[in-house]
């Protein structure tokens, strides 16, 4: 009888020191992302694979240190962001692509969960660091978004940082340009001579990042930074600085997204997940998976977004060859991935 009371006392302890292994592995504390898309193994270099790890690490990093220091989780996102914003390896900020006018067009958004608190900048060609005009919005204005000539000037008087359009330029985002302009006038060709049009792969023509973090007081917070799609024309505006469709945060849960920009605004991403955790009592896992792997590809989008819970609970599902994206947990534990695991 002692033995059989013995057996089941391990196993009880084994399951309860299971379960504290389980939540303390579940505990995050930010997640990031560097955009989705056509992110092959096969056609990254080992220097580039390099380039791109040390980077989310060193915008995770940055943003746990503010976590750990005990500032708000609106440091650690803007911390974060604007060292993704700072390289030219993605698409915001320095890195960002053109526009069909040869224009980098910025966007932004952050989102402060505890008092819903929201603001964002679109179309701005002179904001260094278009995530810190998000936030003087936010903090330094009654209005939530603001956009082109009259962002900029409120940035300059906010105290930001402004720069000459040339800052933002990169040979390959150029280069970049140049491809996509040679593709629509292959395309306007063919369309005149009644051909079939290309089938190319949309999505080699934008990235975003994004973070989320969840400060030691529990409150959320969530951000995202882009240079929209590639020979994007006619002042296009995506998801990203759009509360609700590329960006949300409240009290449960935190998301930024990253895709294509147009699906995501008509499926409301960020706060439809946000809506299924609350009203319907979907598990983060269950709520971002319904909108990636359903919804958007549904209307025939794609793209990922990374999520974060009060709980500390991450998600970063996507439904293309890969995301940029990585983890830090509550005791500083970096992680950080590219392609399907």
């Known amino acids: ?51 791109y790890k040390q980077a989310l690490s060193s915008a995770l990093q940055a943003g746990y240190d503010k976590i750990k220091s005990g500032k708000p989780a609106l440091d650690a996102v803007e911390a974060a962001i604007r060292i993704m914003e700072d390289s030219p390896l993605f698409n915001a900020g320095k890195g960002a692509v053109f526009t069909h006018d040869g224009k980098n067009e910025l966007d932004a958004a952050v989102m402060d969960g505890k008092t819903l608190a929201a603001g964002s900048v679109a179309g701005v060609t002179t904001i260094r660091n278009p995530i810190s005009a998000a936030r003087a919005v936010m903090e330094k204005s009654e209005h939530v978004m603001m956009v082109g000539a009259g962002a900029e000037s409120f940035a300059k008087e906010a105290g930001l940082e402004i720069v000459d359009p040339k800052y933002f330029w990169t040979k390959e985002r150029w280069d970049g340009l140049q491809k996509a302009l040679k593709e629509d006038s292959i395309k306007a060709m063919q369309n005149k001579k009644g051909q079939l049009l290309g089938t190319e792969n949309h999505d080699n023509k934008f990235g975003t990042v994004g973070a989320v973090a969840l400060d030691n007081s529990g409150n959320l917070a969530a951000g995202t930074s882009t240079g929209g799609m590639t020979d994007k024309k006619y002042g296009r505006v995506g998801d990203a600085p759009i509360i609700g469709a590329g960006t949300y945060a409240n009290q449960t849960v935190g998301i930024s997204c990253t895709g294509w920009g147009e699906f995501f605004i008509r499926n409301v991403v960020a706060h439809d997940v946000a809506a299924l955790m609350e009203y319907k009592g979907l598990s983060l896992k269950d709520a971002t998976n319904e909108l990636i792997w359903k919804k958007v590809p549904k209307l025939g989008g794609d793209g990922g977004l990374i999520a974060l819970d009060k709980n500390g609970h991450v998600a970063m599902p996507f439904n293309t060859e890969g995301m940029y994206r990585g983890t830090v947990t509550k005791d500083g534990k970096i992680e950080v991935f590219i392609y399907k695991e």
Do not use: D, P, W
């Open 1 to 51: 009888m002692n033995h059989k009371r013995s057996i089941l006392m391990i196993c009880f302890l084994m399951l309860i020191i299971g379960k504290i292994v389980a939540q303390k592995k579940e505990n995050y504390v930010m997640v990031i992302h560097g955009g989705a898309g056509t992110i092959l193994k096969s056609s990254m270099t080992a220097e580039k694979e390099l380039a």
